[in-house]
């Protein structure tokens, strides 16, 4: 890496300042937002999307309980909890799709059969780009928002598809 101040080219990746001149090198890699869209991203928590309040069940309720609570709430995804309150898993409509659909008797079975345990989270201090980059690498359309490992929150791609909108420049 080179040093912007005094051109010395023998820094090493990764170094803290500069062997030559002392400049410190840290902010230098850190990536600079190009446009509102990418500095709205980078810099805003996600808690300005203002995260749906989640629709929440009890690891013992049944999958019928977990649909008529997804479709009453109109949501992809229902958030499973432990006696606590605590966050323990997520059961979403691809987990209906892929792990549901067929079973015999599948409204009397316990969710926890089903639901992805211990999902993806993220708070509402984390940033947007944090999160995206969660859903992208995770292939997740709904992410829980947690404090102190109980859920406050759900979003979801549409979520952050709206807030891209708005903070687009009008073209």
Not at 10 to 28: H, Q
Not at 74 to 80: H, N, S
Not at 102 to 122: I, L, S, Y
């Amino acid at each position: 890496m080179y040093c912007p101040a005094c051109d010395y080219r023998k820094n090493a990746l990764g170094a803290d300042a500069c062997g030559n001149c002392g400049l410190p090198l840290t902010r230098l890699d850190a990536p600079a937002p190009n446009g509102p869209v990418e500095a709205s991203l980078m810099r805003e928590p996600v808690s300005v999307l203002d995260p749906r309040p989640p629709i929440t069940v009890g690891a013992g309720a049944t999958l019928g309980d977990a649909v008529r609570q997804m479709i009453d709430g109109r949501a992809g995804a229902v958030l499973v909890t432990g006696p606590g309150g605590e966050l323990v898993g997520i059961l979403t409509e691809r987990d209906f799709l892929t792990k549901v659909a067929g079973a015999p008797g599948f409204e009397a079975r316990p969710v926890r059969e089903f639901m992805t345990v211990a999902p993806e989270t993220v708070t509402p201090t984390d940033t947007l780009a944090f999160a995206l980059g969660k859903m992208d690498a995770g292939a997740y359309r709904h992410l829980p928002v947690v404090e102190g490992g109980r859920p406050v929150g759900v979003i979801s791609v549409r979520d952050l598809l709206r807030h891209v909108v708005e903070v687009c420049p009008e073209t």
